[in-house]
């Protein structure tokens, strides 16, 4: 398997503007995890999924935020609209159960909001 | 509600020497634990995985403990190499083990040559 796969990932985009974000997990892996990083706050996990369906999404910062997972094999975190405060470098990660968590992530993609 | 810890923030040492990273966790009901290493502008890599049943897991120069009772984890680098220069983070599932990882904030390492 190729791993956690994310795309773009670099994306600069201005203010105000639709932004949205992949992710492929590993193959047969139950649990999708978005998670955000910066400097200020570390990781933060965002939303995660189970077999598909968003089980604690309390990470959510704003309702311009929102994430789906329309098949086991693709996610996408969708910013709309964007703002400077949300240039931070996102990951994607995938494990295989509630009592095996050992979690695989993505590069991330870097976002950058001007 | 589990939060974690990670001491020192950071860290330097000159090369060959063995070093020791701090984990420290509230909720010790954790099905295991978790090593991460994550180097500038790129993602997180596993490095290793403790069970909960385990007292501790090696790999290569890397060995991990795990003391659930007390909620403390150690890393410890034998013959540090400046190649190991990177962030390592500790990461453990959050209250009520529902499947989530909570991560602490890590520890930055440089070995000097």
């Known amino acids: 398997d190729a791993g956690v796969i994310q795309s773009p990932r670099h994306e600069v985009t201005e203010m105000g503007q639709e932004v949205t974000l992949r992710c492929k997990p590993i193959?047969?892996?139950?649990?999708l995890f978005w998670y955000r990083q910066t400097m200020m706050r570390g990781l933060e996990l965002l939303i995660y999924f189970n077999n598909n369906v968003p089980i604690d999404d309390s990470g959510m910062p704003e309702d311009r935020f929102s994430a789906k997972m329309p098949n086991a094999s693709f996610s996408t975190l969708k910013i709309q609209p964007s703002e400077p405060r949300d240039s931070a470098v996102y990951f994607c990660?995938?494990?295989?159960?509630?009592?095996?968590?050992?979690?695989?992530f993505g590069q991330g993609t870097r976002l950058t909001v001007v | 509600k589990q939060e974690v810890t990670q001491i020192p923030a950071a860290l330097s040492v000159p090369e060959g020497e063995n070093l020791v990273l701090n984990c420290s966790f509230t909720d010790s009901a954790i099905y295991n634990l978790q090593w991460f290493r994550q180097d500038p502008g790129k993602g997180l890599t596993s490095l290793l995985l403790?069970?909960?049943?385990?007292r501790e897991q090696t790999s290569g120069r890397l060995n991990a403990s795990l003391d659930k009772s007390s909620g403390r984890s150690t890393l410890y680098i034998a013959a540090s190499q400046p190649g190991d220069s990177a962030t390592y983070l500790c990461a453990v599932p959050g209250s009520g083990n529902t499947g989530k990882l909570i991560f602490g904030q890590g520890t930055t390492l440089q070995v000097k040559p």
């Open positions: 990660a995938s494990s295989l159960g509630r009592t095996n968590t050992e979690a695989f």
């Open positions: 403790i069970q909960s049943s385990q």
């Open positions: 193959s047969g892996h139950d649990y």
